[in-house]
């Protein structure tokens, strides 16, 4: 049986993070995300698995939000867009995807943000307000995280959110095209009370 997200959570309603807002992707969404994500093409590229080459187009949009719907339903993943919250411009995104129930109540944290409002403290933002829905909301115990070592703005971010560095694992994921070898991170219910 799945934990069912919408009787704690309104997918409807927003997650207020301060100078950001969290919102499920809606179709609606597509005209900003594609240009968020053309023109940061070359600044996420190193960080990210290789695109896809209709990734930007509607209809592989389309097939991404019904995806995340269906992860939700499910309760195998919760994704977020992030807009700043004066002017409502999409800044990035936010998973938490790989949500594993019964003895691990655990997930992944994943994140990406547009190249103009990159270092902005719009992330860090965004990932204070996600950690408090995953455990409370979600009722996650763990929450864990990968970056790249050579990505010293992420091993900041994740240091700077009360993450804990806990190990290395070679080749993890396909980042760019080849394995590459990732820091794992991970922060626990407990260490957020209070």
């Given amino acids: 049986m799945f934990f069912r997200a919408w009787e704690y959570f309104d997918p409807a309603k927003s997650i207020d993070g301060g100078p950001v807002t969290l919102r499920l992707p809606v179709m609606d969404d597509h005209a900003q ?3 968020v994500r053309g023109a940061s093409r070359d600044f996420l590229r190193p960080w990210e698995p290789t695109w896809p080459s209709d990734d930007l187009t509607r209809a592989a949009f389309r097939y991404r939000v ?3 719907y269906r992860d939700m339903r499910e309760d195998a993943g919760y994704a977020f867009f992030i807009f700043t ?9 936010l998973t938490l995807s790989h949500v594993r129930r019964g003895v691990a109540q655990t997930a992944s944290l994943g994140y990406w943000i547009g190249k103009d409002l ?18 409370r909301v979600l009722r996650l115990h763990r929450l864990e995280a990968a970056c790249l070592p050579t990505n010293a703005a992420s091993l900041a971010l994740l240091r700077r959110s009360g ?9 993890y994921l396909r980042i760019n095209g080849r394995w590459q070898d990732h820091v794992l991170f991970a922060i626990i219910a407990d260490e957020t009370r209070g």
């Fill in 33 to 35: 995300w594609a240009a």
């Fill in 66 to 68: 019904k995806r995340y």
């Fill in 85 to 93: 919250a004066d002017d409502w411009r999409l800044a990035g995104g």
């Fill in 118 to 135: 990159a270092r902005q403290g719009l992330m860090t933002a965004a990932v204070a307000a996600i950690v408090p829905f995953a455990f």
């Fill in 163 to 171: 993450f804990t560095e806990e190990g290395y694992a070679r080749d």
